[in-house]
């Protein structure tokens, strides 16, 4: 008899256990799913522009095909554009879609001597020659080996060209990858570039701190500049035979 009590007790204590453990199972299997549901939703506010297999989603201003001029390397975009280049051609890479509030995440690297640029708010028009007519840009540039370098920092990469210096100089050698995360917020008027890590710019985007911004610049007397709050995005060739590139390019709609 106290023989059958005492497994009687074991087989009660054995299943409080079982039951203990399935519960605190069920919840934790309840949870889990929430947390990768989240992880899952944050990750898919991005969108991604260029993810390194493929020119989708891009041409070449104004309404080109991308040209052999631009190559898929690795993962990357590069400009290539070596003897093919005739005098005052470009091949200015930009989004076929538009945007208005955003955050642009991407990396870029440039050959020494190389000059290039990240622009928003481009208007594709035939009367606007160049991306630039009407897109800001942020600089990106071989610092040591191009001569803009010497304009003053708010020619320097990183900049808001000609209008805003980096607070910093936290650019990569010549040959490395920069991570660079630009945020244009119209409704907060912020603009914002992180480079490496580091906020290093930030700047108005529309108002009177803009506009002053703008007139005391070199696009003071530039109609369509800065004009458009809703634009392509575009990544500037300058016009010289040396190779940039871009990588890891998304985009978060704000």
Same mark, same amino acid.
């Given at each position: 008899?106290?023989?059958?009590?005492?497994?009687?007790?074991?087989?009660?204590?054995?299943?409080?256990?079982?039951?203990?453990?399935?519960? #605190?199972?069920?919840?934790?299997?309840?949870?889990?799913?929430?947390?990768?549901? #989240?992880?899952?939703?944050?990750?898919?506010?991005?969108?991604?522009?260029?993810?390194?297999?493929?020119?989708?989603?891009?041409?070449?201003?104004?309404?080109?095909?991308? /040209?052999?001029?631009?190559?898929?390397?690795?993962?990357?975009?590069?400009?290539?554009?070596?003897?093919?280049?005739?005098?005052?051609?470009?091949? &200015?890479?930009?989004?076929?879609?538009?945007?208005?509030?955003?955050?642009?995440?991407?990396?870029?690297?440039?050959?020494?001597?190389?000059?290039?640029?990240?622009?928003?708010?481009?208007?594709?028009?035939?009367?606007?020659?160049?991306?630039?007519?009407?897109?800001?840009?942020?600089?990106?540039?071989?610092?040591?080996?191009?001569?803009?370098?010497?304009?003053?920092?708010?020619?320097?990469?990183?900049?808001?060209?000609?209008?805003?210096?980096?607070?910093?100089?936290?650019?990569?050698?010549?040959?490395?990858?920069?991570?660079?995360?630009?945020?244009?917020?119209? #409704?907060?008027?912020?603009?914002?570039?992180? !480079?490496?890590?580091?906020?290093?710019?930030?700047? /108005?985007?529309?108002?009177?701190?803009?506009?002053?911004?703008?007139? &005391?610049?070199?696009?003071?007397?530039?109609?369509?500049?800065?004009?458009?709050?809703?634009?392509?995005?575009?990544?500037?060739?300058?016009?010289?035979?040396?190779?940039?590139?871009?990588? &890891?390019?998304?985009?978060?709609? !704000?």
């Amino acid at each position: 008899m106290r023989k059958h009590s005492i497994l009687l007790a074991c087989l009660v204590i054995m299943a409080t256990a079982c039951k203990n453990k399935t519960e #605190k199972t069920a919840g934790e299997s309840a949870e889990n799913p929430k947390e990768m549901t #989240k992880e899952v939703e944050q990750e898919e506010t991005w969108t991604v522009l260029f993810d390194g297999t493929s020119f989708d989603g891009w041409h070449v201003y104004p309404d080109k095909p991308v /040209p052999d001029t631009w190559k898929l390397e690795d993962g990357a975009m590069i400009l290539r554009p070596s003897d093919v280049r005739k005098d005052g051609e470009r091949f &200015n890479m930009v989004t076929d879609r538009e945007f208005t509030n955003f955050t642009l995440s991407l990396e870029w690297k440039v050959s020494e001597g190389a000059n290039s640029g990240i622009m928003w708010g481009v208007k594709e028009d035939p009367k606007y020659k160049e991306p630039y007519y009407t897109g800001p840009e942020i600089q990106v540039l071989d610092n040591v080996g191009h001569p803009d370098a010497k304009n003053g920092t708010t020619h320097q990469a990183g900049s808001l060209y000609d209008m805003v210096a980096p607070s910093k100089d936290v650019v990569k050698p010549v040959g490395e990858w920069n991570q660079c995360v630009l945020t244009i917020n119209h #409704k907060t008027n912020e603009g914002i570039v992180v !480079l490496n890590g580091e906020e290093i710019v930030r700047f /108005p985007v529309n108002g009177e701190g803009w506009d002053n911004m703008v007139a &005391n610049s070199k696009f003071a007397d530039w109609e369509a500049f800065g004009k458009y709050s809703t634009g392509k995005i575009a990544l500037q060739d300058h016009g010289e035979k040396i190779s940039i590139g871009y990588r &890891n390019i998304k985009i978060k709609e !704000l």
